[in-house]
């Protein structure tokens, strides 16, 4: 399907106003036309691009505030406060007022147009081109080899050997978009629900665009690997002849946005320099909330699911975010507590809707970190992409003085000690659940990579053990005994000795 796009175009001799620049997924910039053409007269008090307005209730406005869709009443409100971060403050209770007058005003003036407001992503993408700047926006238009490689890997995608890395590069980087858009084809929901194309098309690109392609792991390909592995599960006996198609909308919709707007730090960091959603969401489920929120503004703004009952729509985004806030790493004792409690007291009925939910949320979870029961080839290239996340933070909390966070210095710590301890730590007990729960051919194959896998980094470990003795053999035999005494410890630590370092509460990967 082709969808086309009508680029806003700016005067390149005008600065662009400070009040309509912005941040990712804020109030950002005003294009000269919106998306899909000119929108209608009767809904332009109410529609402001990712700012909607509800004028039959003059106490609320709802906003998209980075990507968070919030109700704030207009009895107290206070804009959010921005002292941490280098953003344009915008009020906006003067935002609230203008809106207001604008509608009062609309029949005295002439009718102005009015434009959709991009994320902040999505400006840089349009004003590269409109400065000159070469365009690094992956085309759309493949060559017809690649699209035939791409078409015969779908074929496949049921596969726990699935490469998401070279189904990423025969899409020529639109992984997340192409395969949500098959899976949902594949199990009938499009039709199903009756989703609009346009809409679901525009919602996918919007989601692929959000994800921040310069993280090394908490990208658009991590959210498509998540993605696949999701429907791998739902393929599982026990899920397939269980789960509704309300339940498999859920499940797929939530692997794609789980990660939505990934800043690249974890939630200790935002809450160690005071950032502003740390406050709003009150240091709790801090990036998960934001992903959730996220993920509604987009549904709300190309209106996915406008045309079903309001209830309705309310309930899938209320579900949503269930599933999504399921994946905060700070839970997951919690969350495996009653997983096991369950399978003890065997009294898990999938007729029972909130124990399917349950399921699902286990589901993601297990998608969300499986990378350490991929085969090798795949889960080294993203243990070592997850591992310079966290040292590109350590290097942050360096630079700016700040303390660094648990296995974020490049230089105590390594990509293999770092697996080892997130193995035994938070996979194992994990995916031990979840062949308990559903002990099949999968679930074996899973468990049998990740022991695999935990081998060779142990191997790879003592290799490089073993190397950094052979360059400085006088320096350990010498009379400088402490040297000798830290390389032992360094063996020690890195065939295992994790358990006295803590995984940073805001990071789920391997």
């Known amino acids: 399907m082709e969808v086309c796009y009508q680029l806003p175009v700016l005067p390149l001799d005008r600065p662009v106003p400070k009040h309509v620049l912005s941040r990712r997924g804020a109030i950002s910039f005003s294009s000269s036309s919106s998306l899909f053409g000119a929108p209608d007269p009767r809904q332009l008090s109410q529609r402001r691009g990712a700012i909607s307005y509800d004028s039959s209730d003059q106490t609320a406005l709802y906003i998209r505030m980075l990507g968070d869709v919030r109700v704030r009443s207009q009895v107290g409100f206070e804009p959010e406060r921005r002292s941490s971060h280098p953003y344009l403050f915008i009020d906006f209770r003067t935002l609230h007022t203008r809106l207001s007058c604008g509608s009062a005003s609309a029949s005295s003036v002439p009718e102005r147009r009015l434009h959709r407001l991009l994320s902040c992503q999505r400006y840089l993408h349009s004003s590269r081109l409109l400065r000159g700047v070469p365009q690094q926006i992956p ?7 690649y699209t035939g490689q791409a078409r015969c890997m779908l074929e496949k995608v049921g596969n726990w050997n699935f490469d998401i890395f070279l189904f990423d590069r025969l899409t020529n980087g639109n992984s997340l978009i192409t395969l949500t858009f098959h899976l949902l084809n594949h199990y009938g ?12 098309w525009r919602f996918l690109v919007m989601v692929q665009e959000d994800y921040h392609s310069g993280n090394p792991y908490h990208n658009a390909v991590h959210a498509a690997d998540v993605t696949q592995a999701m429907h791998c599960y739902l393929q599982e006996p026990m899920l397939a002849k269980s789960l509704t198609s ?3 909308l859920l499940g797929l919709l939530a692997a794609a946005t789980h990660d939505l707007d990934h800043p690249g730090v974890n939630q200790p960091f935002l809450i160690k320099t005071d950032h502003y959603l740390a406050t709003l ?33 309310l309930n899938v985004e209320r579900d949503l975010g269930s599933l999504i806030l399921a994946t905060d790493i700070s839970r ?9 409690t369950h399978l003890d007291q065997n009294n898990l009925c999938l007729i029972n809707a909130s124990h399917r939910h349950f399921i699902l949320q286990m589901a993601l979870k297990c998608a969300d970190i499986c990378n350490p029961c991929r085969p090798w080839e795949l889960s080294k290239q993203w243990s070592e992409k997850v591992t310079e996340e966290f040292f590109q933070q350590g290097d942050i909390e360096k630079k700016h003085k700040l303390e660094v966070s648990p296995l974020c210095d490049r230089e105590t710590n390594t990509v293999g000690d770092i697996q080892i301890g997130f193995m035994a730590y ?10 308990r729960f559903s002990d099949t051919r999968l679930s074996q194959t899973m468990l049998g990579h990740m022991g695999l896998n935990k081998a060779s980094w142990s191997s790879l470990q003592q290799e490089q053990t073993s190397m950094s003795e052979e360059v400085e053999p006088s320096t350990v035999g010498t009379d400088i005994g402490g040297v000798a005494t830290q390389t032992d ?17 805001g990071s789920r990967e391997p």
């Open 189 to 200: 929901l499009v039709e199903l629900f009756q989703l609009d194309l346009v809409k679901l």
């Open 281 to 313: 969401y009150r240091n709790t489920s801090v990036l998960e909330n934001h992903h959730w929120k996220s993920a509604v503004g987009l549904l709300r703004e190309t209106g996915l699911f406008s045309h079903l009952p309001p209830e309705d729509s």
């Open 246 to 248: 309300y339940d498999i």
């Open 139 to 145: 085309l759309h238009i493949l060559d017809e080899d």
């Open 489 to 505: 410890s360094n063996i020690v630590t890195a065939t295992g000795g994790t358990s006295s370092k803590e995984l940073p509460q």
């Open 332 to 340: 997951q004792n919690e969350y495996l507590t009653r997983f096991r």
């Open 426 to 435: 938070v996979a194992e007990p994990l995916f031990a659940e979840w062949t």
